[in-house]
């Protein structure tokens, strides 16, 4: 028996919105200690890893570690009928071959269920190596995302460069180029207006806009984004959910002018 | 001649809103009573009756009966440049080709006159019986209206079933299955949110999402929905409009596994 | 070199709003007295002027004439990527292929710079001649551009006749006939409800609705417009930008049954 119930349901509702895009099918993967989910884009190219702890739910009851394999599109339909304030409950019988969603709005005056059919879905997960990144940047998940969606209307690679005084955004395509530069800067009413970089050296890297653009879809779900750079290794777009966990993307570097070696990374 | 002034012109606006969807011609059946329209809709499944009461309009002259054919989409096209806050008035000779719609702002600094020409719609007009339900339904309009969305979503299909504490909607589709259940609940701060129902015997009957889809196009004109059922008769969709009449909708019940005769009304 | 800084960038960002859908390429020139643009519509048929007072910028810099060939769509979407609060420069050479806009946030925390390559457009300035007008009626830009919008749902063509009690705008089309006429009205709480009519003596004009729907693009511009008649010239559209200049539209009349002779201008 796997049931969980989160006060928040909007959360839900939000993580989906950021997951569908990118994700077709995935395995949700309960286990008495979180509610976890890992996948590749349908490109292949990005990856998913998102973790909801089970000490966040209201109520977590997992008797055995199970696998429940969603098309995250029709998971989205459900979820879409649940109100923004509603309760929402996940429920799983061990051997099932269905989920069932319930919905409680704040006054109990409306009751909904959907239950939705499980899917087989092949999946191996990855081991994501800890690592110290090079350069740690923390800045408003707003501004993040005007800047990948403002670029990709001129290019559709950017170069990111992170440097102790701030992260530069560059892009160029048939119209022109452009550079947006943000700057350090802690001294903020609102904490999550600020920006705040942590470097050990200075890195520059070279991504695909589209994934960005996907992985910003998740801005609701906090008012932050950190991202974590190191020269060859895939960027890390985190959005953490405040008292529950956190969902990250993975992104590999495309090869660019400024990289010695080619890679074969295109 | 007829003349007829709407001091609230919003609500013609709303009421072809409401229809334009489901039906493409009808006639305006004028009498010294009222103003009012019997139609089928496109497809000849749902039937739709509206009736403005005469003493409701600020103004109201019918010498003799008429009926104006009118194209419902052009009609709405017409009463879309008519300001929210204009009165509307609708005039036309007994023996016209045409109908006229004025409209007046508030302060009187604007004036728009519309011609719009008639058409020769072919209709009977249906006697409706009055009938007893044995299950009558008051519930939000608004709520009503997110309730058949939203199962739209999952299925194509909805079997509402009333019994004395509450209405089901329920539905299933290929990726699953969906009820949604309302509690009667008349302890509410505010009248239009309560849910009331007022039952003969418990009643079960299933209905073409993409029609109730259509008559919840009604909801901006009424904060509150009637739903009257009884076995083997159509549902009524009602949706009252203060002090000046009413539109109605009728839809068959589809045959489904609850039911005991085959009645070929699929 | 050419440098102008705008502390009101939004006020760049309406122009091409403004500007966009009629106009694909044009010249802008720059003088030590003023930034400027002239260009006809893709169809030759309408005429746009736009004017940016050198003293209406914060910073104005022009060390010879230059002309500055843009492709709007693209200049759009660089404007796009500024802050509606943003400060907003514009820097070229004299002899350069390109023009750089900076943005900057109100805060300085952000600084975008977009470089646009500069295209070659062959084009005469027209001379415009200073005319006296018969008619000029001041109105609500708000209310001029619903009136359009109104009218083109029902005809292609809308006639303007202007007395001096008003202004009536009468189209027709398949499905029937409008007029909407609008009073001289000058006791108002706001001056920019006002509609002031300037008469030498009456004018009726017939014009495509089509350009009149694209000129009212401007209206966020000002919260007033002027329409300037003269029989068998073009009617002026005119949005004045507060402090810094204006943007005209010009649009010939077309021929229709209330004028005498066939000027071909079909």
């Known amino acids: 028996m796997f049931e969980a119930r989160l006060d928040q349901g909007v959360l839900l509702k939000k993580l989906l919105e950021a997951m569908k895009e990118l994700v077709s099918d995935a395995n949700f993967e309960c286990s008495p200690q979180a509610l976890s989910l890992q996948a590749m884009d349908t490109s292949h190219v990005a990856l998913v890893q998102m973790t909801l702890r089970s000490d966040g739910f209201a109520h977590f009851r997992c008797d055995r570690n199970i696998s429940m394999g969603m098309n995250l599109a029709n998971m989205s339909k459900c979820l879409k009928c649940a109100g923004n304030d509603d309760i929402i409950t996940m429920k799983a019988e061990d051997t099932g071959d269905s989920v069932t969603f319930l919905f409680e709005s704040p006054g109990q005056e409306r009751h909904s269920d959907f239950e939705l059919k499980l899917m087989d879905i092949d999946s191996e997960q990855l081991g994501i190596p800890d690592t110290e990144y090079s350069a740690t940047v923390k800045m408003p998940s707003s501004e993040f995302q005007r ?49 705040v970089i942590d470097l050990q050296e200075p890195v520059s890297l070279s991504f695909a806009l589209r994934y960005l653009n996907s992985f910003a879809k998740a801005s609701p779900l906090s008012s932050q984004v950190s991202l974590r750079m190191s020269k060859e290794l895939p960027l890390v777009v985190q959005y953490r959910i405040v008292d529950m966990g956190e969902i990250n993307f993975y992104l590999a570097p495309k090869v660019d002018d400024d990289d010695e070696m080619d890679n074969g990374n295109e």
């Open 147 to 195: 800047i990948v969606k403002d670029l990709s209307t001129i290019g559709e690679a950017v170069l990111i460069s992170v440097s102790k005084d701030g992260i530069k955004f560059s892009t160029s395509g048939d119209i022109g180029s452009a550079n947006i530069s943000v700057r350090q800067n802690t001294n903020v009413d609102k904490p999550e207006d600020a920006t």
